[in-house]
């Protein structure tokens, strides 16, 4: 079964509108960790958020936030006030931290990620 | 603060040749490192996981190995390059904390043909 599922491919979104990118995760760990990137053209990743399965506020920085719905095993993130620069590839990792760990290494799963484009 | 750095950034290699890719951290003591690959329009693989100098776990043994010669220096390497090989190699370090944050170079693209 897949770990992290990002189920819009692409997304477009106006300037200066919000958007929000879909995340759903599976896991039976009780403690793990939810991240963000972003990947530009360049194709570096860049780490955008971070989000705790014990945290109990959503996570913010800046314009992104976490849209945390432990119940529901989403973790979408929310990009207000997009920019032309907002544009690429934003993927959606897990981490398990909990009894999981030794057997994972603590990698990280990701999602096949969604590709945002902002027009003007 | 810290850096990482990947070398070299584009590769372009014929099938069966050797392949050796750097990654090399600055501003921090003894990290996890990672090599990952990303294929076209997909997510991330985790291929190798160091915790330590020497220390070495694989995910995706197939033909690719690493080592960790130095606690701040990662080396994936090849004996022979397959078509399948082909696609975008990031190295990522992460150091123990409540967070761990993975953090990415900026990526080798390696065509092989």
């Known amino acids: 079964a897949q770990k992290i599922t990002q189920t819009q491919p692409g997304m477009f979104v106006q300037e200066k509108e919000a958007v929000t990118l879909d995340c759903t995760y599976d896991?039976?760990?009780?403690?793990?960790?939810l991240f963000w990137y972003k990947q530009p053209s360049s194709g570096e990743m860049i780490f955008l958020i971070y989000?705790?399965?014990?945290?109990?506020q959503n996570a913010t920085e800046g314009r992104y936030s976490l849209n945390f719905q432990k119940a529901r095993k989403s973790a979408n993130l929310v990009i207000s006030a997009s920019q032309l620069g907002d544009s690429a590839m934003y993927f959606c990792?897990?981490?398990?931290?909990?009894?999981?760990?030794?057997?994972?290494?603590?990698?990280?799963?990701f999602g096949r990620g969604t590709q945002l484009t902002v027009w003007p | 603060s810290q850096t990482i750095h990947q070398w070299p950034a584009t590769l372009v290699q014929p099938v069966g040749s050797p392949l050796s890719l750097e990654c090399t951290v600055e501003?921090?003591?003894?990290?996890?490192l990672y090599w990952y690959r990303q294929a076209a329009g997909r997510g991330l693989q985790l291929l190798f996981y160091?915790?330590?100098?020497?220390?070495i776990s694989s995910e995706v043994p197939q033909n690719l190995s690493a080592s960790r010669p130095q606690d701040r220096q990662f080396i994936l390497s090849s004996k022979k390059l397959l078509l399948s090989d082909s696609g975008f190699y990031l190295c990522?370090?992460?150091?123990?904390?409540?967070?761990?944050?993975?953090?990415f170079g900026p990526g080798t693209r390696l065509l092989v043909l």
């Open positions: 990522a370090w992460s150091v123990l904390g409540s967070v761990e944050t993975q953090y």
């Open positions: 896991t039976s760990d009780p403690s793990y960790g």
């Open positions: 989000q705790g399965s014990y945290d109990q």
């Open positions: 990792a897990m981490r398990e931290e909990g009894a999981s760990r030794g057997s994972t290494l603590g990698r990280l799963y």
């Open positions: 501003g921090t003591s003894n990290p996890n």
């Open positions: 160091s915790v330590g100098i020497g220390q």
